[in-house]
């Protein structure tokens, strides 16, 4: 499939809001589905809906076989080395928090560390912020270069023989910057620590291999993935998931049951309690035929040439400030408008049809070492282009004309 022709895919997009044709940069916060998507979910619900792993009738190995087959298109997407290291969650914060409990919790003690980012999303800090309460371990932060980059001399030396865990985004949600994940794995390993990667921003965007990255964990979302809500893979490997204790008991993750005890079923489904999120996986599924339709690679091309082009436009808007690296960022731009609050940006270019995000994006801890309070936030995705971003700047300096306007 063309990346030229992947718009018409959405049908969300052919819309106009506020008497203007749509123009969705919202993408960081969740993407937009394509039809073969919402088609996928349908016929579940349609044609095959059942429970899955119980029923020896038709419908039941119908639906069984769908669910397991979207967790080996999970597998092979991110190239894991086997089904059993793929565990259907929530999303990303349901991933981190299996991490955080089930293995974390019961291994930390006091003197060893857990090291992240000043950027970090509230679903990579708070679940680690509980961890050291917890287990009396200590929180560390790698330091931030000028543009949110860190400085892998900088890394080495954060990381000691006590470091247990860093947990870190791939990509910031806030700044675009992409980390060198397979750099610091390397010196987490080399110290005897264990990495665990927030995925949300990465895996939609750009080709993700879990074992030349070689990760421990890693966690992202459907939604920001042209899948459905409500489903999320954690990646974990196979020995460390051997190890780790469920966090949620119930039906499908038991083996055996009697009145005093019970034991679990093998991975991955000792970590799936219930009923399982069976029409999103199956989603989830369509969107990586989808995605893969296209191309990682040509995504991942198309979303940082759209970055450059917006950080290229936007730089010529007096009084606007760009955050984030110029070079090698993903397809985010977040900026401000000097004396006009975002929210406000937000609104107006509301009005003008323009869907971006407005806020401290679920990273206050950032937004204060911005020294904000808040931001505008622009995210592309394969169904933008050029022409979304002229709206964009258009949209700007007509916020910029209104308030000028109202203020004088």
Known sequence: MRMKNARKDFPILDQSVNGHPLVYLDSSATSQKPVQVIEAVEAYYREINSNVHRGVHTLGTKATDAYEGAREKVRRFINAGSTREIVFTRGTTTGI???????????????????LTPAEHHSNLIPWQQVVKATGATLKYFPLEADGTLDLAKVRTTITPNTRIVAIQQVSNVLGTVHPIKEIAKIVHENGGIICVDGAQSVPHMKVDVRDLDVDFLAFSGHKMCGPTGIGVLYGREELLEQMEPIEFGGEMIDHVDLTDATWKELPWKFEGGTPIIAGAIGLGAAIDYLESIGMEQIDEHDRKLARYAYEMLSQVEGITIYGPKENRTGLITFNLDDIHPHDVATVLDAEGIAVRAGHHCCQPLMR?????????????????EADIDRLVKGIQKTKEYFGHVFR
Do not use: K, M
Not at 97 to 115: C, F, T
């Open 369 to 385: 070492w911005l020294n904000v309070t808040a931001t505008a936030r622009a995210s592309f995705y394969l169904y933008n282009d």
């Open 97 to 115: 928090n299996l991490v955080a409990r089930s293995y974390a919790i019961p291994r930390l003690q006091p003197g060893d560390e857990v090291i």
